[in-house]
């Protein structure tokens, strides 16, 4: 059998410390299997235009398209993703090598201390519509406003701020040491389609790298990000639309919870199923047909329309 030859695997990232972070654990396990590797970091659109919402910015891709670039243009060979931040469809020429083994799934609500929920008078941060969404079906009296930025720079605007508390992947802060005490769990909400899940992306015509990159593959992860979101693809939801999406693996089924929001949070499409190994390929497929005919695919047109409006 002829042996590919040995090269340095340029790993491409966003260059905020949790991409790096993520960077740094895909550099470390490829190391440990005798891979050489080279991190370059990237700055983002995403990153640079903070003061616009980011479906105000006309691309689901936005934290991405830079890095699909660095790689199609020969600057990187692989990229190393939030798996959430992802377009459900990769650009021509790109392709998914491995879904590292997911983390903390959760989202939770960083505050300020002596925080009382069932005052009216709250005010809540996130720049997620699936946040906001979910934050105001629960409590509708709440005032929720616009965050942008990087994990670091959005701690720091809570701090900078007089708003009550901040919504966060559990996972990001995590990772890399920024959680602090005063958190909240909301176990109540359904996190984004693969939050918790790193992915390494790189070009379909680089063997090399793909059977490298593949041996850092988690099975499992794979799949439940893979329902999660088809899920999101079937809604036609990209990053922008207010959906939710959770697969998880218990004994021999695989267990899933979708929902679909209207912005303000009055609206909401729920779907709970479980399904078998044999049969998980059309799973989240499936789940998204059910909830578009029962509503949600009015709901979704009508995302549409008010979205299209808010990016001209």
């Known amino acids: 059998m002829k042996t590919l030859p040995l090269k340095t695997i340029r790993i491409g990232t966003r260059d905020s410390e949790l991409a790096l972070w993520q960077a740094h ?11 050489k590797t ?8 995403g990153d640079i235009i903070l003061d616009k919402p980011l479906y105000e910015l006309g ?32 650009p021509k020429g790109i392709v998914q090598t ?51 930025g990087n994990v670091n720079t959005r701690m720091q605007k809570l701090q900078d701020n007089e708003w009550n508390g901040a919504i966060f992947a559990a996972a990001g802060l995590e990772r890399i040491n920024l959680k602090p005490e005063n958190v909240i769990d909301l176990d109540w909400m359904i996190p984004a389609p693969a939050q918790g899940a790193m992915l390494v992306v790189a070009l379909e015509n680089d063997p090399f790298v793909i059977e490298a990159t593949a041996k850092l593959n988690d099975k499992e992860t794979e799949i439940c990000t893979y329902i999660e979101r088809q899920f999101l ?4 939801g990209g ?48 789940c998204a047909k059910e909830i578009l005919t029962k509503g949600g695919g009015q709901l979704m047109q009508q995302l549409r329309e008010v979205l299209k409006t808010k990016q001209k």
Not at 104 to 125: E, Y
């Open 25 to 35: 654990t895909v550099e470390k396990q490829l190391n440990d299997l005798g891979y």
């Open 38 to 45: 080279e991190i370059v970091a990237v700055k983002s659109q």
């Open 59 to 90: 691309i689901t891709g936005i934290f991405t398209k830079t890095l699909d670039i660095a790689m199609l243009t020969g600057q990187v060979d692989i990229a190393v993703h939030s798996m959430k931040d992802v377009p459900t469809s990769l």
């Open 98 to 148: 491995a879904v590292l083994k997911r983390a903390n799934v959760s989202d939770i609500l960083v505050h300020k201390g002596n925080l009382d929920l069932s005052s009216d008078n709250v005010t809540i941060a996130t720049g997620s519509l699936r946040r906001k969404a979910q934050w105001l079906h629960r409590y509708p009296e709440h005032t929720v406003v616009d965050l942008r």
């Open 233 to 236: 693809k079937t809604l036609e």
């Open 239 to 286: 990053c922008t639309a207010p959906i939710g999406a959770l697969a998880k693996v218990e004994n021999e089924y695989i267990f899933f919870e979708g929902v679909l929001f209207s912005l303000d949070g009055k609206e909401k499409y729920f779907i709970e199923k479980s399904c078998n190994f044999d049969n998980y390929n059309t799973f989240g497929e499936n």
